[in-house]
Nanobody
Framework: QVQLVESGGGLVQAGGSLRLSCVAS???????MGWFRQAPGKGREFVAF????????HHTDSVKGRFTISRDNNKNTLYLQMNSLKPEDTAVYYC?????????????????????WGQGTQVTVSS
């Protein structure tokens, strides 16, 4: 069983940047991964997806051009570089691992298709 631990969240002013990390322990990052976020009073929202090799990525429209998902399998670490942050990006950010090899958007954008989750890291963007 893999354990996923996120870090890198914090308080930042609008326009600022943060880099989130998600480190796997117990075994390596052997599967496709995703980032999700959940704002207060809202459901869990898909942010970005990356295939095991890193060659296939997808970012939800609201973060395209600002956020970049990446991974370093040698370091068992998933990243989310967040630039030009906006107050509406405020949320708890979660990394997750999917044991499915399906690469359709409908599949990997659905939180129900992920098998392991981290505990989350808070990102707060002030205006």
């Amino acid at each position: 069983q893999v354990q996923l631990v996120e870090s890198g969240g914090g308080l930042v002013q609008a326009g600022g940047s943060l880099r989130l990390s998600c480190v796997a322990s117990g075994r390596g990052l052997n599967y496709p991964m995703g980032w999700f976020r959940q704002a207060p009073g809202k459901g869990r929202e898909f942010v970005a997806f990356i295939s095991w090799s890193g060659t296939n990525t997808h970012h939800t429209d609201s973060v395209k051009g600002r956020f970049t998902i990446s991974r370093d399998n040698n370091k068992n670490t998933l990243y989310l570089q967040m630039n030009s942050l906006k107050p509406e990006d405020t949320a708890v950010y979660y990394c997750a691992e999917s044991h499915s090899l399906t690469t359709s958007y409908d599949h990997y954008s659905d939180a129900r298709n992920y098998d392991s989750w981290g505990q989350g890291t808070q990102v707060t963007v002030s205006s």
